[in-house]
């Protein structure tokens, strides 16, 4: 099972809105509305941010968006913080198993 | 609070067995109510899927690994575990474990283990 396909970074000023997307196939993220966002700092663990594509976990940020067409997930970050300075993974159920993307790291200039 | 934490060796021999156990607070493995996963990532690379287990001793794995790959559940030690064989130093990485609450959702997550593999 091939991993979601990410840019490897993006970047953005603070204030701005950046989306990183998230592809994969008519098997995964264009088969179940189950797509997870997750943040990771390097040396931490990962933080959910967004689960069944556009549901954010209780204490996370309405700054994160997440949505999808086709195959394609995408997640929003408006208002760009320093401390959303991190690497940024999506996931898809893909009956019984999960796939992750590659990881996009979000750099604020 | 729900909190999980990573324990076993740092450091494997080429071909022997990976063996890792989780220990989680805060929930119990014995109410089935959450799937117990185990992420991986190698230096520099980005996160890879391990596989999971449920109570009653149903597991799922990645297609890549499920030849090396076992995993379990104590419930009366409220632990699971992941037994990877034949190890190479491509298996070199963080474990993770965390909490599945079903279609792939890990809301708790373990802080990560190193497992180095080198003779």
């Known amino acids: 099972q091939s991993a979601l396909t990410q840019p490897a970074s993006v970047s953005g000023s603070p204030g701005q809105s950046i989306t990183i997307s998230c592809t994969g196939t008519?098997?995964?993220?264009?088969?179940?509305?189950?797509v997870s966002w997750y943040q990771h700092h390097p040396g931490k663990a990962p933080k959910l941010m967004i689960y069944d594509v556009s549901y954010r976990p209780s204490g996370i940020s309405n700054r994160f968006a997440g949505s999808k067409s086709a195959n394609t997930a995408s997640l929003t970050i408006s208002g760009l913080q320093a401390e959303d300075e991190a690497d940024y993974y999506c996931s898809s159920y893909a009956s019984i198993r999960v796939v992750f993307g590659g990881g996009t790291k979000v750099t604020v200039l | 609070q729900v909190q999980l934490q990573e324990s076993g060796p740092g450091l494997v021999k080429p071909s022997q067995t990976l063996s890792l156990t989780c220990t989680v607070s805060g929930d119990s493995l014995s109410s089935g109510d959450h799937y117990w996963t185990w992420v991986r990532q190698p230096p520099g690379k980005g996160l890879e899927w391990i596989g999971y287990?449920?109570?009653?001793?149903?597991?799922y794995y990645s297609p890549s690994l499920s030849s090396r790959l076992s995993m379990s559940v104590d419930t009366s030690k409220n632990q699971f575990s992941l037994k990877l064989s034949s190890v190479t130093a491509a298996d070199t990485a963080v474990y993770y474990c965390a909490r599945d609450r079903g279609y792939g959702v890990n809301d708790y997550w373990g802080q990560g283990t190193l497992v180095t593999v080198s003779s």
């Open positions: 287990t449920y109570n009653s001793g149903n597991t």
């Open positions: 008519s098997s995964d993220v264009g088969a179940y509305n189950h």
